[in-house]
């Protein structure tokens, strides 16, 4: 079955640097885009980067533009999301999600993984 | 990349029907049919429900449909349940090659 993982996550202090990781299992990862989705504490989902099934294509929320770096490793069925110049407006769990084949939405999700950017 | 806007909150009574909205623009919800819907209980990941306006995936019970009409999105669940309890976001493709979710629905089932 579609597996997904996001690990890295944990408390950061304002303006350093962390690295999320999502590890996938069950299916072809090199065939899909990819994306990261954020949820603020008590708040809605964000919408942060996607990544297409090669790599070739990679999109960002103007939010995180600059700053963050979306990638993967299709050896390692892994991606990955570089944020640096972290702030407390990114405090959040962080999910990975799969893009649903060849269409738009999100078909499978993580669990998460939760970013605190605190002093 | 505004939020698609959603109503905070929605209730309906076990067995009715209740309806979620969702605006954008035309550079989004109008200007594609690429709108999904979420679920998410407490504490748990969001669940794919509706995609491309209307359709479900399998396993996604028919008492969840969508539709659309010009920039505007809707989600209605139908023969309403206590397990239907939870938030349920919108989300669109948009003209950037971006993606975009509304803030949320609070559904409370009565």
């Known amino acids: 079955q579609v597996q997904l993982v996001e690990s890295g996550g944990g408390v950061v202090q304002p303006g350093r640097s962390l690295r999320l990781s999502c590890a996938a299992s069950?299916?072809?990862?090199?065939?899909?885009?990819m994306h990261w989705i954020r949820q603020a504490p008590g708040k809605g989902l964000e919408w942060v980067a996607v990544i297409s099934y090669d790599g070739s294509h990679i999109y960002y929320a103007d939010s995180v533009k600059g700053r963050f770096t979306i990638s993967r490793d299709n050896s390692k069925n892994t991606m990955y999301l570089q944020m640096s110049t972290l702030g407390a407006d990114d405090t959040a769990v962080y999910f990975c999600a799969r893009e649903i084949y060849g269409d738009y939405g999100f078909d499978h999700w993580g669990q998460g993984t939760l970013v605190t950017v605190s002093s | 990349q505004s939020a698609l806007t959603q109503p905070a909150s929605v209730s309906g009574s076990p067995g009715q029907s209740i309806a979620i909205s969702c605006t954008g623009t035309s550079s989004d919800v109008g200007g594609y049919n690429y709108v999904s819907w979420y679920q998410q209980h407490p504490g748990k990941a969001p669940k794919l429900m509706i995609y491309?306006?209307?359709n479900r995936p399998s396993g996604v019970s028919d008492r969840f449909s969508g539709s659309k009409s010009g920039n505007t999105a809707s989600l209605t669940i139908s023969g309403l349940q206590a397990e239907d309890e939870a938030d349920y976001y919108c989300s669109s493709y948009t003209s950037s090659s971006t993606r975009v979710f509304g803030g949320g629905t609070k559904l409370t089932v009565l």
């Open positions: 491309d306006v209307s």
């Open positions: 069950g299916f072809t990862f090199r065939s899909y885009a």
